[in-house]
């Protein structure tokens, strides 16, 4: 049920689009699926909770990767507060 890419990068066919058009129960079973999908993040913006602090351990890892573990960068770059706070 989820759109190809995902997240802001939402792709959905010409065939998916007429589908939502045309089918209310899917799309509203699809609206469903998405807000379960997005408040299932909900304890990411917790400040303090595990589930932050395990995501901000796996985005600084991301980042420092990315950034080729060059720590002028990463002290440039990757934050040092939680996940969700002042982005």
Do not use: H
């Not at 989820?2 to 209310?24: L, N, V």
């Not at 913006?45 to 901000?56: G, I, N």
């Amino acid at each position: 049920m989820a759109p190809q890419g995902g997240g802001r990068e939402a792709f959905y066919s010409e065939d998916e689009k007429e589908k939502m058009r045309s089918d209310p129960k899917y799309l509203q079973e699809y609206r469903k699926w998405l807000e379960d999908a997005m408040n299932a993040t909900f304890s990411l913006f917790r400040k303090d909770a595990p589930a932050q602090k395990e995501a901000m351990i796996a985005f600084s890892q991301m980042m420092r990767n990315r950034l080729k573990n060059d720590e002028r960068l990463c002290k440039l770059l990757i934050p040092d507060f939680g996940v969700g706070c002042r982005r």
